[in-house]
Nanobody
């Protein structure tokens, strides 16, 4: 059916950069909003940034000026460029596709929210 696959996480020093990628696969007709969330063990998952199908972006205050979200609608992909990384950015980052419409059968569509499996980002000296 539908899968969201993330890549690009890893270990980076404070002040460094990483670029996360996420691609949705399946018989997808449309995706309203795509975004990135992060979660630290024992804490709630929180929004990092999101981008609508029309290109409108939304950022959490703690990443404004450091992270940039972008999207390729033709590829059903979303990216997160993370610069000036800090230790407190360490978390598992999850890709989200909201109001994703795909077909279940040739005559039946379904719209729902989907998550990737998560990718670890560690910022440490």
């Amino acid at each position: 059916q539908v899968r969201l696959v993330e890549s690009g996480g890893g270990l980076v020093q404070p002040g460094g950069s990483l670029r996360l990628s996420c691609a949705a696969s399946g018989r997808i007709f449309s995706i309203d909003t795509m975004g990135w969330y992060r979660q630290v063990l024992g804490q709630q998952r929180e929004l990092v940034a999101s981008v609508s199908s029309g290109g409108s972006t939304n950022y959490a205050d703690f990443v404004k000026g450091r992270f940039t979200i972008s999207r390729d609608n033709a590829k059903n992909a979303v990216y997160l460029q993370m610069n000036s990384l800090k230790a407190e950015d360490t978390a598992v980052y999850y890709c989200n596709a909201a109001d994703l419409t795909h077909d279940i059968t040739p005559n039946l569509n379904f719209t729902g929210d989907y998550w990737g499996q998560g990718t670890q980002v560690t910022v440490s000296p």
